[in-house]
């Protein structure tokens, strides 16, 4: 089986506690064959530029993790543009500048800079907060310039803390028109594990919302584990694997140079093609 982790966090994101070579060598451990470093570029007002994320550093560090395990893993580069719907002038020139693989975009926080993750959540707000998640993940899907969605139903996570379910189908209407609007633009969703290593105990988002964007004919699908320190590198992303194959994908998605490819998913073996781009 081919199996890879697009999202994972290095020294480069302000959150991260492991370089970007130690990330590598626990996915070689890991079994994995590919893998995607996303590092944050998490702009608010007053901080547009993110100063924090230094890219000519960033792909410094690449250059050095490819000579030293390019024979042994796929080592693709890659950001987490947060909310860059908001943002889009500082996002759109580095992405424009850098020659990434692959851009994933995410919904963290909403206007005024207020994260998502701050919430105290209860039975009274979750509808109040969820309606407004969904605001922003359509205005990020607006926005088009990325790859794909990371963790799509963030809200699940945060509200888990405290007890509280969510649901995002729930909001079938707008999660429908979410899901169309990236389709239509041929951009796809990822599976995020760090769900199973956190209280909701599940992926975000779960085989029920992957399910339907796989009958409103979504095709592309990554998979990550959102690790921010080594030890956490490829974990989940076979539960991942298996969500894919029950929604009734027969591919997962890879990406080159920002073009998408697709990785077969067949019984106990999968395959990577470069030539099985998607259209």
């Not at 480069?12 to 626990?26: E, L, P, T, V, Y």
């Not at 950001?79 to 020659?99: A, F, N, R, T, V």
């Not at 979750?126 to 993940?137: A, D, H, M, S």
């Not at 979504?218 to 992303?237: L, P, R």
Request: proline share 3%; net charge negative.
């Amino acid at each position: 089986m081919y199996l890879y982790d697009y999202h994972m966090h290095s020294l480069n994101s302000s959150d991260g506690r492991n370089s970007i070579s130690d990330m590598c060598a626990k996915a070689i451990a890991a079994g994995l064959d590919e893998i995607a470093i996303t590092d944050h570029f998490e702009p608010t007002r007053g901080n547009e530029r993110y100063a924090y994320y230094k890219p000519d550093c960033y792909f410094f560090d690449m250059m050095k993790a490819r000579a030293i395990f390019g024979t042994q893993l796929n080592i693709k580069s890659a950001i987490e543009l947060g909310q860059p719907h908001l943002y889009p002038e500082y996002s759109l020139k580095l992405i424009e500048s850098y020659p990434y693989d692959y851009v994933l975009a995410s919904a963290h926080k909403m206007k005024g800079d207020i994260d998502f993750g701050d919430i105290v959540y209860d039975q009274d707000n979750k509808e109040e907060f969820c309606v407004r998640y969904l605001e922003e993940l359509k205005a990020l899907v607006e926005w088009n310039m990325f790859d794909c969605i990371g963790h799509l139903d963030l809200v699940k996570r945060y509200a888990s803390k405290y007890g509280v379910i969510v649901n995002l189908m729930d909001y079938r209407e707008q999660l429908e028109e979410i899901f169309k609007i990236l389709i239509n633009n041929g951009k796809g969703i990822e599976i995020n594990t760090s769900g199973l290593r956190q209280q909701a105990k599940e992926c975000l988002p779960g085989l029920e919302i992957v399910k339907f964007y796989r009958q409103l004919g979504g095709e592309i699908i990554t998979v990550g584990s959102d690790a921010h320190c080594s030890e956490d590198v490829g974990k989940g992303v076979k539960e991942a694997v298996e969500i894919i194959k029950a929604a009734g994908f027969n591919y997962m998605t890879v990406y080159e140079r920002r073009l998408p490819y697709a990785v077969r998913i067949s019984g106990k073996s999968s395959s990577y093609n470069p030539a099985m781009k998607f259209a």
